[in-house]
């Protein structure tokens, strides 16, 4: 061994071998015994892919609808989706008014005193 190596404890060299190994372990160990409980059926796996199934065509209806009611007009954007407030809302950044040339990034830029 070279001048001045450091050499492990029979306790360092424990705590290694159990971090490296036991613990990851005891780990799999757990997550077998909750998957082995765990009570999925067939029929239960079904319905819960019917549900997820159902939620997506929910959510895709939604956003066409949403996508729909967004109307490109002369001078900006009318937001006429259910929940959004047309005149609280500032469409000067949107992606419309950038094409159109009448984006104001007035307020991203720093005030010079």
Not at 85 to 113: I, N, W
């Amino acid at each position: 061994m070279p001048a001045g190596a450091a050499t492990l404890t029979t306790q360092a060299e424990w705590g290694i071998r159990a971090g490296a190994a036991l613990i990851p372990a005891i780990f799999v160990v757990l997550a077998a015994v909750v998957m082995f409980l765990y009570p999925l059926t067939d029929t239960a796996h079904a319905q819960i892919v019917a549900q997820i199934a159902e939620r997506r065509a929910d959510e895709d209806a939604a956003a066409s609808e949403a996508e729909a009611a967004i109307t490109v007009a002369g001078e900006g954007i009318s937001l006429e989706t259910a929940g959004v407030d047309a005149e609280a809302s500032d469409v000067s950044l949107s992606t419309a008014a950038f094409a159109a040339g009448k984006a104001r990034p007035a307020r991203l830029s720093r005030k010079k005193h």
